[in-house]
């Protein structure tokens, strides 16, 4: 199985400042035939079902914010929030879809400072 | 509204069995990879089982197989997971998911979510 390891596991951040998620992969998930990264990210508000907010490592699905970013490539991958707003409080997971089983990293949980 | 619905959750002791199900509406159901992924109390989320969109291929983490099936029935538009031989550590808030697609390429990535039902496994 890929295990996928997310840092840091909190993060506070001052609003309408920047927060960044690492999250690395013990195997490659770039598929080399078409040269596309097979990971995700979510958001999980408290209470909430997780939310899917980027795939193919930095694709925003429709409806998510711009200050929501994804970038990396292969085994290491971020997730950056630019201008933290009070609502992107939560937990942000990223999750690799390369092989099966799918699997999740642990969890970084983004607060206020 | 495209929406998935979880039910039959609730408490088991230990040994025991529950059957949980999913209701999907407003999508074309039989088209997509379908998995229920938990999430213990304050912990992360764990994928436990998917099913292709014919229900031909079925798919379990080592934590759950031998002791939990998925199935669906696409004619009703349902997934259900039946939970056999229930653990302590199977207590969770179990999460109805639906694959995501490009074109006609399907992937296990979840792009729907139900709001969850709770299993509470003790004695």
């Known amino acids: 199985d890929i295990v996928m390891t997310q840092s840091p596991d909190s993060l506070p951040v001052s609003l309408g400042e920047r927060a960044t998620i690492n999250c690395k992969s013990s195997?490659?998930?770039?598929?080399?035939?078409?040269?596309?990264?097979?990971l995700v990210w979510y958001q999980q508000k408290l209470g909430q079902p997780p939310k899917l907010l980027i795939s193919?490592?930095?694709t925003r699905e429709s409806g998510v914010p711009d200050r929501f970013s994804g970038s990396g490539s292969g085994t290491d991958f971020s997730l950056t929030i630019s201008n933290l707003q009070a609502e992107d409080v939560a937990v942000y997971y990223c999750?690799?879809?390369?092989?099966?089983?799918?699997?999740f990293g642990q969890g970084t949980k983004v607060e206020i400072k | 509204e495209v929406q998935l619905l979880e039910s039959g959750g609730g408490l088991a002791q230990p040994g025991g069995s529950l059957r949980l199900s999913c209701a999907a509406s407003?999508?074309?159901?039989?088209?997509?990879?379908m998995s229920w992924v938990r999430q213990a109390p304050g912990k992360g989320l764990e994928w436990i089982s998917g099913?292709?969109?014919?229900?031909?291929?079925?798919y379990y983490a080592d934590s759950v197989k031998g002791r939990f099936s998925i199935s669906r029935d696409n004619s009703k538009n349902s997934l259900d997971l039946q939970m056999n031989s229930l653990r302590v550590e199977d207590t969770a808030v179990y999460y109805c998911?639906?694959?995501?697609?490009?074109?006609?390429?399907?992937?296990?990535?979840?792009?729907?979510w139900g709001p969850g039902t709770a299993v509470t496994v003790s004695s």
């Open positions: 998911a639906k694959g995501g697609a490009v074109a006609d390429t399907v992937y296990w990535y979840f792009d729907l």
């Open positions: 407003e999508f074309t159901f039989g088209r997509y990879v």
């Open positions: 099913i292709s969109g014919s229900g031909s291929g079925r």
């Open positions: 195997q490659s998930v770039l598929y080399s035939s078409n040269n596309k990264n097979y």
């Open positions: 193919w490592a930095s």
């Open positions: 999750q690799q879809y390369y092989s099966t089983p799918p699997t």
